[in-house]
């Protein structure tokens, strides 16, 4: 089953008179464990188009299926439920909670979801970090980890719910080239194992051989797929 | 309880952070303890004679305007009080408010002298003639039981021969004296307002289904008569006393209120990026907010604790005489105050909690 079908989306923004389209018709499908990059600009609606996959924002028209579910017309109580359960994020600038441990960032995808952090999570989130090579980082903090290792523990984060959709956005933007190339590849055997489908948003194509497919943005309109050349 | 660990981890790990809330607010706590102690001090000081009263009516003359030592109650409107339906007991009740020699103390003690027919609650029936039993607090004054008090100009003596508390009068230790006592105490130190043989100051009342106006009624209006609680209050500056403190009171909630709204408002800016992390990966507003509720709270009850402490430390080096009284209904009225002050204080962020919006966590690199 397809993981993300977006049909005919467009975002329209308005402000006073004028109408800003962030995103014209675009149609997307991304399959299990298929890792989609999408290359563009500033400004091309990359982000837009993220937003909306992950339901963080609704579209104007067209519709958005995740793992069977429509949401476009979803309610936010729906949409916060949506991303809780079903979606995961990896952020440009990481963002952990800078107060908790490694394995407390991986459990706090728990307890904002009513769970207790109790055995069977901490088992989760030790097992996941310890896959990510962060066995013996559980115990530190954001700030004592390096570059590499908290955007690892993001993407222990965003698998934590086992989605069927991860949504990463600039997760190299940060890191030097041969530390984004490793976390890549770590993104990338990640996926793999867990046939997760996920969408990489990001501007540097010396990333994208590591997608399976790369789709450009340009002015809100997707390009069309690009073999990804080794 | 889940909704409770991210924001008490913050707490725990970043005590810092919280420091100046938890300090000023220590302080508040301090400043409206020690307002409410001394509130409770002057009540408690000023009406315990009356409160101990077990009465169903006090029965002042109407000229009085309810004062025990302007009210002259004679003995023919005694016997129309008497024999008002469902009087079952009715007594005489005097004060004069005296200085008194305490053997071996230096300076005078004020003292009210109290004559009394119907005991009052934890006072026994009265003392024989010349003798009184004395309200707890003319201990400090270095009285004990045996010593013969010299009372007023006149020296009039009177031993003490018991102790009782809880039973002050206008801040002055009362002893309670047979009405002929104190009548020759009043007599000889107040020549200007002697009173007769059968005359009291008020009357203490006890019925089944008694009421003031029915008195009032069967004595033609010569009578002004109180429940115990509008007598209370009827004693000269207490009403006053307590609005005037109270208002104290309040305008420091108010402050409260505002410490934590300003707290937690800045603490909330600061926290807008991770707020829009936590939402875009599955937290709702109302789990935001209840993380704010429970921090405010658990500030609250610390510096509630840190609060009291320094309240008792600040009240063992007052003197004596200050009317300060703490009790464990202000304990828990002040906690309570500062807590709903403290929640009411946090919900200043709600609004911006609820105006985050979860999308600010993609494309943003700060």
């Known amino acids: 089953m397809t993981v993300l079908d977006m049909r005919d989306v467009r975002k329209v923004y308005r402000s006073g008179e004028e109408e800003i389209v962030a995103l014209d018709h675009a149609t997307l499908q991304v399959e299990p464990g298929e890792i989609v990059a999408l290359l563009g600009p500033s400004g091309s609606g990359k982000t837009t188009l993220l937003s909306i996959a992950g339901g963080l924002l609704t579209p104007t028209e067209g519709s958005v299926v995740v793992g069977g579910t429509d949401i476009s017309g979803h309610s936010p109580r729906e949409l916060t439920e949506f991303r809780r359960s079903s979606v995961g994020f990896v952020f440009q600038s990481v963002n952990l909670v800078p107060f908790l441990t490694a394995e407390e960032n991986l459990l706090v995808v728990d307890e904002i979801g009513g769970g207790r952090g109790g055995k069977a999570a901490k088992e989760r989130a030790r097992q996941l970090l310890g896959e990510l090579g962060l066995a013996h980082r559980t115990r530190n903090l954001p700030s004592q980890l390096s570059g590499g290792e908290r955007q690892r523990v993001a993407i222990g984060r965003a698998l934590f719910n086992n989605p069927a959709l991860v949504l990463f956005d600039e997760p190299t933007s940060a890191l030097d080239t041969s530390l984004g190339e490793q976390v890549m590849a770590l993104i990338r055997s990640e996926m793999k194992a867990r046939s997760t489908a996920s969408v990489i948003v990001t501007h540097d194509t010396r990333m994208t051989h590591f997608a399976d497919r790369v789709v450009r943005i340009v002015d809100g309109r997707l390009g069309t797929p690009e073999p990804v050349s080794a | ?366």
């Open chain 2, 1 to 366: 309880m889940s909704a409770f660990r991210l924001p008490l981890r913050e707490l725990r790990r970043r005590p810092s952070r919280f420091a100046v809330a938890t300090i000023v607010l220590s302080f508040l706590t301090t400043l409206l303890l020690f307002l409410g102690g001394l509130l409770d001090g002057l009540f408690l000081g000023s009406t315990g004679a009356i409160r101990a009263q077990q009465a169903d009516a006090i029965v002042f003359s109407s000229t009085a305007r309810d004062s025990f030592l302007r009210s002259r109650i004679e003995a023919d409107v005694r016997s129309q009080v008497e024999g008002v339906d469902g009087v079952e007991a009715a007594g005489g009740l005097g004060f004069v408010l005296l200085g008194a020699v305490v053997p071996g103390s230096d300076g005078l003690a004020d003292v009210a002298v109290a004559g009394y027919e119907l005991p009052p609650a934890g006072v026994p029936a009265p003392p024989a003639v010349g003798s009184g039993i004395a309200d707890s607090r003319l201990r400090d004054a270095g009285a004990d039981v045996g010593d013969t008090l010299l009372v007023g100009p006149a020296q009039s003596p009177i031993e003490i021969t018991g102790f009782v508390d809880d039973t002050a009068y206008l801040l002055q230790s009362t002893i309670w004296v047979s009405l002929e006592t104190w009548r020759a105490v009043q007599n000889a130190n107040r020549p200007d307002a002697a009173v007769g043989v059968d005359v009291v100051q008020a009357l203490v009342v006890q019925g089944d289904g008694v009421s003031p106006d029915a008195i009032d009624a069967a004595t033609g209006g010569a009578t002004s008569s109180l429940s115990v609680d509008d007598a209370v209050y009827a004693l000269p500056g207490v009403r006053q006393q307590e609005s005037t403190f109270n208002q104290i009171i309040y305008s420091t909630l108010v402050v409260v209120l505002s410490v934590v709204g300003l707290f937690f408002s800045l603490l909330t800016i600061e926290r807008l990026a991770l707020y829009g992390v936590l939402k875009a990966i599955g937290a709702s507003d109302r789990r935001l907010f209840a993380g704010i509720v429970v921090q405010a709270t658990a500030v609250t009850v610390i510096a509630y604790v840190i609060g009291a402490a320094l309240a008792f430390g600040a009240i063992a080096g007052l003197p004596p005489d200050v009317p300060l009284q703490l009790t464990s209904g202000r304990f828990a009225s002040t906690f309570i105050g500062l807590l709903v002050a403290s929640v009411l204080g946090s919900a200043i962020s709600l609004r911006r909690v609820t105006r985050v919006d979860p999308a600010s966590a993609i494309g943003t690199a700060s």
